[in-house]
């Protein structure tokens, strides 16, 4: 149970291709996630997100947590049986929803004390109470409860190191179930020195799996790469990496170019829903006015349930009109892509066309039109 | 085209099961049409909806003349093409909405000029040209442009019948296309001779269908039934009648008892979007708290997507957590429902055991939770 099966490995580039095994079936990797915060990606029945190919899907311990509460879950038989999803699921820790989202939030060398985004209730995770929820609610992969530091502050990452560091060993301790995978996260802002040691010092701990996290937050695409690269250079080969949070199809090519396994954001879910479609040139906002009579689908040449019956036409006046259909077809569309994307790559690295695939479609891709998640 | 063979003719109430005919299927009637206001039955893909068994769907005029607009409709290949709905589709004419949803109508009897709910711009609706509108969307079935006035005035509804009757005429002559059905609409209020006036009118005027429009605005369900009874022993038995806006489980049961062929109502799709499920015995408020943990399908022995594969508990989690999939849920519960209640009828219309089906049915259904859309 969760090894890692790497079935290719690119010469000139970090790309490699893989399968991760879990008791709800295989990752074949690089594979990217939809988000389901809330124990459903937004919009979309699991029957949909089957029929675009998804195979594992992120939920978020923070949220699920607050509401409907972990031990609800755990009673209703975990995650997979109540939101009706028999694939891998990944949670997070909560820890970057605890400093992103909570109030009045206070660290301490033991965890972190904060008040509920919902209610204005106050709770407190430790690494503990990180690994209790996320065994109630039974994904597959888990995450270590990390700090996430600003990523350009140096002194404040160093600091938030060590707690990261001891955390994940508790984490490590804590856990008592054997089908579940947990993941250390390496962190370390945008600092070579940091994410080098975080990256060492976690490898020694000897996880099935390693993060990336604390990145698309603020930091340059270039500061973005180049931890990447100091960073999975260390990491075992034989491990899947997850780089946290980012999915635009830009930072998808750039990632799995640069070793990364494993990818979840809610840029196409989020997107959608504001009425902007992903393709693979930029991002279109359905609402513009030259759509209005446009006959075209959404993204010529893609096969996905929303380009294949419908116009750009229908879906601007679906978002017009503010329609629930309107963000159900964008975001089929929008995840449809990243799908898409992330088989056409594991494909090129299995064949050994990698690097003119990503090349070509970096050529093609507008950068100007995109940005990570975290700026939407 | 548009013919309607009738199968089979109750002998102990009215109720009867046929077929309609028209150039995108066969309408197997009883039949209830989902209501697609816009363009879209909210929260549903066409796909979802054709799996749910859906035949017939509705979409309004006066809706889509305003936003996208009729003209570029009928420039994308009409309604059809441009929802992804390759069945039968009835339009209404526009005039419920004008009476009910615009700003400071002017009624006279070439027409009614009317302000736009969505901009307040200044239009004008008469016969003809709901019948231009009605051909440019392109739907099989339209309805003649008419008054609606509030059910329990007498004089009004004398008055208003008068020009609903010439208007039926005008909508007549004014209408081109032959791959079209226009049905003309009863009114007369809850008044006995109005409606008999205008059933035997209208029948004069020889439309293929029948609708009966102006009920369940605020009249009683004894006034509504003795209503449908005066109307359905007049209008010819070789053409559908349509009973307009009415959609409750229990008012289908006393709808098809009296002789309707054919539904439509918002009920459904609205209670989904509220949190509300439709069931065999009433309405389920799906926030309610015992629902938290409830492990059982919204309705127990429902076959529907919804019932088949998530609890009480995770549907009550998604309304409380306002997410997108609450709704689609419940819509295609509710849908599910209505329609598996017309075939059932259906069926049990051509066995011979419709009248012990409606008797069951009404003394298992708890009347009190339950009212018309008018009153959502």
Redesign the interface.
Known sequence: MFEFDLLAQTSSTRARAGVFHTLHGDLLTPVFAPVGT???V??????QLRELGATLVLSNTYHLYL??GDE?IR???GLHS???WDGPILTDSGGFQVFSLSDTRKIDDDGVTFKSHIDGSTHRFTPEKSIAIQENLGADILMAFDECPPPLDHDYNREALDRTHAWAARCLAAKTRSDQALFGIVQGGVFPDLREASARYLTGLGFPGYAIGGLAVGETKDQMHAMLEVVNDILPADKPRYLMGVGSPEDLVHGVRRGVDIFDCVLPTRLA?NGAALTRTGRMNMKNAPY??D?RPVEEGCMC?CCA???R??V???V??D???G???LTQHNVHLLLTLMREMRAAILDGTFEGYAENFLLNYNSRQLSTASNL
């Open positions: 809330a124990a459903t937004k919009a979309l029945t699991p029957a509401r409907p609800l009673d209703l038989g109540f939101m009706g829903r209005a009579r006959p349930y019956n419908f116009t036409a229908y601007r006046h679906l017009v009109s329609e629930i259909l963000a159900v077809l």
